[in-house]
């Protein structure tokens, strides 16, 4: 697995918090901790911003990736709602993690508990092409469902 340097600063608020760090050797998300204070109690449907403690600056041609960890999806029903979220190369502000609980139960969020997973990607711009037609395909404009597979 490729390994490339990220410039990472720890907050003057979560100076107690771990970095994001890697569960295995091959794992390809690196866990995101809560720098909240104290505990925040995320009800059934609500969402909810959780600080991380730490902003980093992306190599060029980078991105990062938040997402959700699978056993909070599948014990307590809580994911990221907007994943994956992106983290542009050029932010260099605190990376938070947008929560939402689409369980049945309030759920608890504890300072330095394990909350999503970053990946880091590379990513490339489009230099868009207006034109007055598109090549055609056998698909062709169907969209959702039309390829007859469920």
């Known amino acids: 697995m490729e390994t490339i340097r990220v ?9 107690d918090i771990a970095l994001p760090s890697y569960g295995s050797s091959h794992a390809a998300g690196a866990d995101l901790r ?7 109690v995320l009800n059934p449907g609500a969402r909810v911003l959780v600080p991380t403690g730490f902003a980093m600056a992306l190599p060029d041609g ?15 029903g809580i994911t990221v709602l907007n994943a994956p ?7 260099r502000g605190e990376v938070g993690v947008i929560l939402i609980n689409l369980g049945q139960e309030p759920f608890t969020i504890r300072r330095g508990d394990r909350i999503a997973q970053l990946v880091l990607a590379p990513c ?16 062709g ?9 469920d």
């Open 34 to 40: 809560a720098a909240v204070d104290g505990e925040v």
């Open 62 to 76: 980078m991105e990062a990736q938040v997402r959700p960890r699978s056993g909070l999806a599948l014990k307590h």
């Open 7 to 15: 410039a990472i600063r720890q907050l003057d608020h979560a100076k």
């Open 85 to 91: 979220g992106t983290i542009d190369a050029d932010y």
């Open 141 to 149: 404009s169907g969209g959702f469902g039309s390829t007859g597979k």
């Open 124 to 139: 490339v711009q489009g230099a868009w092409q207006q034109v007055d037609s598109l090549d055609a395909t056998a698909r």
